[in-house]
C-alpha cells in the first residue's frame, strides 16, 4: 500500500513536503488530480498517480496547466473536490482559465497548487505567485512547515467551500523539497460520483453573467477578509516592541536568528500563514505599541506594502521595511544568517562576526554544471544538425526540458529561450527578420504542451522554418512523467491512447516531414540536410528513448566502449565534438568511463580514426 | 539539543539523497527533532547534488555559508567547492576518490591534485577525515554502496546524535533488500576506516 494512503491516525512519518500536501489533500477528501510536471511541484503528482492506482482518486497527466486547471474546475463544478498541481510559472498558463474561474466559482472545495522557485533552482524565472491571488481575488495560504503544509492542504478545501471559489496554496522550494516528521490525521472517504445540474445564467461567462459575477467574487472577497482575521494561520507571537511581519520559510529564519541573537523577548512576530486577502484587524492590532516593523518575505515586497498602507490608513507612523539594499532582497531566496544578519542591522543588535574562512588560496575547481547525461538521444542530435548544418548560418530558439542543458558548450545549440512552446513560435519570429536559418528544438512532452500552436502558426503564415522534435519517449526532466506521445503500455499503464507526433505534424499540413533515429549518424545528417534545405515549414521528429528511462524500463542494455590506443590519433573530436560525461582525459588521452558508458556508439561514428570500438567480453 | 547543521555535497547519482533519507529517519527514531533540505530536479543532471540536515533544536532546513558543523563529501574536489560552507570548526569527512566533471576533460579548467585538496581542507577546518570510499564499496561488493560507507564514517565520528545501531536499523527500512548485506557491510567498513 502507498504509505501515503495509510489509514493510522497518529503515526509519525518522514516524508517530503510534497508528500506532506498530498497527504493533507487525501485527508480532505480529495477526488481529482490533475497536474502537468514541474519542478518543484513533481513528486506531489506523482504521489497521486502512485495513489490513483491502490484507490478511488482519479489523477491525471493533463496537456498542460491550462487543462489540467479546466479539467480540476469542472470536477469541482460537478461537486468532486479537485487539486491541481503546477510549478509557479504554469500557473501563467493556467491564468486564463483561473481568472475567470474565480468568477464562476466552484461548488466543492478545488486547491491550486503553486510551487514558487525562488533562486530559480530550476526555473526560468523566480515570480512570486501570491499576486496570482490578489489579482484573480482568491484566498492565498502559504505554510512555513511540513505539518503546516499538510494541514493547509486539508483546510484549503474547506475555505474552498465555504467561499464558493478555488483556493491557492502556494509553496516555495524549501517546502517541497524539504523533508521533515508529520503526523496521520483520519482518512476521510472521498465523494467520487459527481453531478451537474444546469444553470447557465451563473455558469456561462457571457458579459451580462460576468458582471454579476464579478459583483459576487468581491463579495466573496469581503466574506474571505474576515475569515483571514479569524485565521488562526495569521498568529502573533512574542510580545516585544519591535515587530517582525513574516510567512512561508521565512518565518523559520526569523525564530532561528532571534534565538541566535538572543532578542526573542524583544521581538513580537505576526505569521501571516493566509496572505490573501492580508488580516487587516490583525495587521493593524499588531502595529500598535511597536517602534519599528521589519516584513521578512522572500520574493516581491507583498506583505510590506500590504502593511504600510495599512499603517497609513490608521495614521501609523513608525518605520516599517522589508526590501533594501541593507535589509532583504527581491532576488533569490533568503537563509538563516541573511536573516539574522538583517535583523541585527535594523534592529540595531550585536552580531557576532561570520566566522568566515579565508579561501584565496584555494585554486579554482572546475564547474560542474548539470550536463545531459552519458549517451543522451539529444547529443546526438545537436551534433548531427551542426554537421548537417555545417556550411550554413544557423540560429536555435529553443524550449523547456533536458535539451536546454545543450545551451552549454561544446554543443552550444540554444540561441533563445523565454517559456514552454516559445521555441516554435519566437522560430516564427526570428525566421521573418533575420538571415540566418532558423533550426528550433522543442521536445515531445513540450510539443504537446504548448509547441501544436506555434507550429499551426508557422504552417499558416507559411514560416521558413525547421522544427526539431526530440521525441525521447518521456517527459524526461521532471522524472519520466507520461505525456499524450508517450507508450502507456510500455510502462504497465492501461487504458490510455497514444498520440503520434508524426500524424499531428502531417495532419497540421507540414510538407517535409523527416524521421529519425540520432544514434545512426550519417543517415541522420544526411536526412537534415534534406530538412534544412527545404523552403518553408520543415520538421524533423528524431525518436529514441531517453536512456535514463530505457534503463528504467530494462530494455536490453549495450556494451559499452573504449578507445583503441593504437588507432587514436587523439583528434579529441569525440571530446571536443560531444561532451560526453562517459569520457575524460587521462595522461593527456581520451578515455571511456565503462561504468557510465551506456554504448549509444556515437563517438564511435564521429571518429575519423574508428579508433573507439565496443569492449568484448 | 543544540542544532547540529550537516550538510552533505554529492555528484549527482552518488546516492546522497538516500544517505540523507536514512539519517533523517535514524533521527526521527532516536526522537531528535530533524529539518532537512535538498535540491532536485535540473541540479541533478550530473551537477552537484546537496543536502542539508539540521538535527536539534531549529526550525530552518536549510545552512547558511560558514555555518556547517559537519561536512560529508562524496567527491573531493567537491568537498573542497563546499569549505565555504564551512568554518574552523568544522568536522569535514571526504571520500578522496575523484569524479573529475566533463568541463575538466574539454579543457575548462584543471582538476586539483588530491594532496593539495586535502591539504587545503585539512588546514582550514577542525578535522578531516579522508579515505578511499569506493575502494570500500568494491570492497563490500557494492560499488554503489559508496554512500552507505561514507554514512558508516559520519556516525562513527559521533558528532551526530545518532547510534550506529539506529544508523543500521534506517539502513534495513530504508534500502532494497538484494543490497541490504552489502550496504550493512560497507556501513561497517566505512565505520572502521574513520576510527
New interface residues.
Given amino acids: 500500500m502507498h504509505k501515503l494512503l495509510l489509514d493510522q491516525p497518529g503515526k509519525e512519518m518522514l516524508v517530503l513536503g510534497n508528500e506532506a500536501i498530498a497527504r493533507g489533500a487525501v485527508e480532505a477528501g480529495v477526488a481529482c488530480a490533475t497536474t502537468y510536471p514541474g519542478t518543484p511541484s513533481s513528486e506531489l503528482s506523482l504521489a497521486f498517480f502512485q495513489m490513483s492506482k491502490e484507490s478511488d482518486l482519479y489523477f491525471e497527466y493533463s496537456t498542460n496547466e491550462k487543462v489540467a486547471l479546466e479539467v480540476a474546475a469542472a470536477a469541482a463544478n460537478a461537486g468532486i473536490r479537485s487539486m491541481c498541481v503546477m510549478k509557479h510559472v504554469g500557473v501563467n498558463v493556467a491564468a486564463d482559465a483561473l481568472m475567470t474561474l474565480a468568477y464562476i466559482g466552484v461548488k466543492a472545495g478545488m486547491v491550486l497548487l503553486t510551487a514558487d522557485d525562488p533562486f530559480m533552482f530550476s526555473s526560468q524565472n523566480e515570480q512570486d505567485n501570491r499576486y496570482y491571488g490578489k489579482m484573480a481575488g482568491l484566498c492565498v495560504l502559504e505554510p512555513s512547515s511540513l505539518p503546516e503544509a499538510k494541514a493547509m492542504a486539508t483546510y484549503a478545501f474547506e475555505l474552498s467551500e465555504k467561499l464558493g471559489e478555488p483556493v491557492i496554496l502556494r509553496t516555495t522550494t524549501r517546502i517541497n523539497h524539504s523533508t521533515g516528521a508529520i503526523t496521520l490525521g483520519e482518512l476521510v472517504k472521498p465523494n467520487i460520483k459527481g453531478s451537474f445540474t444546469k444553470d447557465p445564467f451563473n455558469l456561462v461567462a457571457i458579459p451580462a453573467v460576468s458582471r454579476r459575477l464579478h459583483t459576487r467574487l468581491l463579495q466573496r472577497l469581503t466574506e474571505a477578509e474576515k475569515i483571514t482575521d479569524q485565521s488562526d494561520y495569521n498568529y502573533v507571537q512574542g510580545g516585544g516592541a519591535w515587530g517582525i511581519v513574516c510567512n512561508g520559510v521565512s518565518y523559520n529564519y526569523v525564530c532561528d536568528a532571534l534565538n541566535d541573537l538572543g532578542v526573542t523577548d524583544k521581538v513580537s512576530i505576526l505569521r501571516i500563514g493566509f496572505s490573501n486577502p492580508m488580516p487587516v484587524a490583525k495587521v493593524t492590532e499588531f502595529l500598535k505599541g511597536k517602534e519599528k516593523i521589519l516584513v521578512a518575505e522572500e520574493g516581491e515586497p507583498f506583505m510590506e506594502e500590504a502593511v504600510r498602507s495599512m499603517a497609513q490608513e490608521v495614521g501609523c507612523t513608525i518605520p516599517i521595511k522589508g526590501k533594501g539594499p541593507e535589509l532583504f532582497s527581491r532576488e533569490g531566496e533568503f537563509d538563516p544568517a541573511g536573516v539574522r544578519k538583517a535583523i541585527a542591522g535594523f534592529f540595531g543588535v550585536d552580531l557576532a562576526p561570520a566566522a568566515v574562512l579565508d579561501l584565496s588560496d584555494v585554486p579554482e575547481i572546475p564547474a560542474r554544471p548539470p550536463n545531459l547525461c552519458a549517451g543522451c538521444t539529444h547529443r546526438a542530435v545537436f551534433y548531427e544538425v551542426k554537421k548537417a548544418a555545417e556550411n550554413m548560418e544557423i540560429m536555435h530558439p529553443t524550449d523547456i526540458g533536458c535539451y536546454t542543458l545543450g545551451v552549454l558548450p561544446p554543443l552550444s545549440s540554444a540561441d533563445f529561450l523565454i517559456c514552454m512552446g516559445s521555441s516554435i513560435s519566437t522560430g516564427c519570429g526570428f525566421s521573418k527578420f533575420i538571415d540566418q536559418k532558423v533550426v528550433t528544438y522543442i521536445g515531445d512532452s513540450t510539443f504537446f504542451h504548448s509547441g501544436v500552436p506555434g507550429l499551426i502558426n508557422a504552417v499558416h503564415n507559411n514560416h521558413n522554418v525547421t522544427m526539431v522534435i526530440l521525441d525521447n519517449g518521456t517527459t524526461a526532466m521532471t522524472g519520466h512523467q507520461p505525456n499524450p506521445g508517450v507508450d502507456r503500455d510500455a510502462m504497465g499503464q492501461e487504458g490510455y491512447n497514444r498520440i503520434s507526433i508524426e500524424n499531428v505534424v502531417k495532419g497540421l499540413g507540414v510538407e517535409s516531414v523527416t524521421v529519425i533515429k540520432p544514434y545512426k549518424v550519417q543517415k541522420s545528417v544526411d536526412a537534415i540536410k534534406e530538412a534544412l534545405a527545404y523552403q518553408g515549414v520543415s520538421v524533423i521528429i528524431a525518436q529514441e528513448l531517453c536512456p535514463l528511462y530505457a534503463k528504467a524500463l530494462k530494455r536490453p542494455v549495450k556494451k559499452p566502449f573504449r578507445i583503441d590506443m593504437e588507432k587514436c590519433k587523439d583528434h579529441r573530436l569525440c571530446v571536443d565534438a560531444l561532451g560526453c560525461p562517459a569520457m575524460y582525459v587521462e595522461n593527456n588521452k581520451v578515455a571511456i568511463n565503462a561504468e557510465q558508458c551506456i554504448g549509444c556508439a556515437v563517438c564511435a561514428q564521429v571518429c575519423p580514426e574508428h579508433a573507439i570500438v565496443p569492449i568484448r567480453d | 539539543m543544540d542544532p547540529v547543521r550537516l550538510i552533505i555535497v554529492a555528484?549527482?547519482g552518488q546516492g546522497n539523497l538516500l544517505t540523507?533519507?536514512v539519517l533523517?529517519?535514524a533521527a526521527?527514531a532516536s526522537g531528535i527533532p530533524?529539518?532537512?533540505?535538498?535540491?532536485?530536479?535540473?541540479?541533478?543532471?550530473?551537477?552537484?547534488v546537496e543536502s542539508s540536515i539540521v538535527f536539534g533544536d531549529?526550525?530552518?532546513?536549510?545552512?547558511?555559508?560558514?555555518?556547517a558543523d559537519v561536512l560529508l563529501g562524496f567527491e573531493p574536489?567537491?568537498t573542497?567547492?563546499a569549505?565555504?560552507r564551512?568554518?574552523?570548526?568544522t568536522a569535514v569527512i571526504t571520500n578522496t576518490s575523484p569524479l573529475?566533471?566533463?568541463?575538466?576533460?574539454?579543457g575548462?579548467?584543471?582538476?586539483?591534485p588530491l594532496n593539495?585538496m586535502l591539504d587545503?581542507i585539512s588546514a582550514?577546518?577542525a578535522s578531516l577525515k579522508a579515505f578511499d570510499a569506493l575502494k570500500l564499496a568494491h570492497e563490500a561488493n557494492n560499488?554503489l554502496g559508496l554512500n552507505m560507507v561514507l554514512l558508516g564514517a559520519l556516525i562513527r565520528s559521533g558528532i551526530i546524535p545518532i547510534s550506529a545501531d539506529t544508523a543500521k536499523q534506517a539502513i534495513k527500512d530504508n534500502t532494497k533488500q538484494a543490497f541490504l548485506e552489502s550496504n550493512l557491510k560497507a556501513f561497517d567498513l566505512g565505520f572502521e576506516a574513520a576510527a
Avoid at chain 2, 58 to 67: C, F, R, T
Avoid at chain 2, 86 to 89: A, G
Fill in positions: 555528484v549527482g540523507a533519507r533523517g529517519e526521527l530533524v529539518h532537512m533540505s535538498e535540491i532536485h530536479g535540473m541540479a541533478q543532471r550530473g551537477g552537484v531549529a526550525q530552518s532546513s536549510i545552512i547558511s555559508d560558514s555555518e574536489a567537491e573542497l567547492r569549505l565555504n564551512c568554518n574552523k570548526n573529475p566533471p566533463f568541463t575538466a576533460a574539454i575548462k579548467g584543471v582538476y586539483p593539495q587545503l582550514k577546518t560499488p
